[in-house]
């Protein structure tokens, strides 16, 4: 069996995720979408990762790859195969939902406090996890629970995590992220800090923060994904 990891960018890797897969090891392959690779069948798949980049999930014009994972994500979950979606990940997971994904009120970039709520503190995979921790974000979108859907962590004004029967989660903040993605990210994607409507937060202050941070950080993102191995399907 396989677990697929797929990419929408380069610069958006699988961190702590990838990390957890070796040292369990557990064999996986890597796609990153809109370079000419398909999406490869279901039937060999055990588990699958979509992690972030900086398109909408509207932008289907922009992005063609996005229809076809709109179908995979769909035949996934209706499959029941195990689906964990991050950042755009989770807000594809919700439009292949029926839910709706929207500008958020403004943006979230940097570290943010989420709350896990009743149905999050008896979630399997947040076994052990504080009500209330501090998650590195990266969205200016945000997204509805899809019918049937359980809210699993909030930050108060926002959606943070679903569950959607058995083996599909959506996560809107970053858990696989390492201090070298931070750091990545940051000069990246520099324009996010200029001009009109800029994050509450500076490039030097999420540094900062992050290296207080990031060591916890660590700990409860491989303790979430090793939870998500050995809860969902079978490896």
């Not at 504080?130 to 859907?149: C, K, L, N």
């Not at 569950?163 to 201090?179: I, K, M, W």
Request: charged share 25%; proline share 6%; hydrophobic share 40%.
């Amino acid at each position: 069996m396989d677990v697929l990891i797929v990419k929408h960018i380069e610069v958006e890797g699988p961190g702590l995720f990838g990390e957890c897969l070796k040292e369990e090891r557990i064999p996986y392959q890597t796609l990153t979408l809109g370079t000419g690779s398909n999406l490869p069948p279901l039937d060999n798949l055990s588990h699958i990762l979509l992690l972030g980049g900086p398109m909408n999930v509207y932008e289907e014009d922009r992005h063609p790859f996005l229809r076809e994972e709109d179908l995979f994500i769909k035949e996934a979950i209706q499959r029941g195969k195990p689906v964990l979606g991050i950042c755009l990940g989770a807000q594809l997971i919700a439009k292949a939902l029926g839910a709706k994904v929207f500008k958020a009120p403004s943006k979230e970039i940097g570290w943010y406090e989420v709350r896990l709520t009743e149905e999050g503190l008896s979630d399997v995979l947040f076994r052990d996890f504080p009500p209330i921790w501090p998650v590195f974000q990266w969205h200016e979108d945000t997204f509805s629970v899809p019918r049937s859907g359980r809210l699993l962590a909030t930050s108060g004004l926002l959606n943070q995590a679903f569950r959607y029967g058995e083996n599909a989660y959506a996560l809107q903040f970053h858990l696989e992220v390492t201090e070298e993605m931070i750091r990545d990210w940051v000069e990246t994607y520099d324009d996010e800090f200029k001009g009109s409507g800029p994050p509450p937060h500076t490039q030097a202050e999420i540094l900062a923060e992050t290296g207080l941070k990031i060591a916890a950080c660590k700990e409860r993102g491989k303790r979430f994904f090793r939870n998500f191995f050995r809860n969902t399907g079978k490896v």
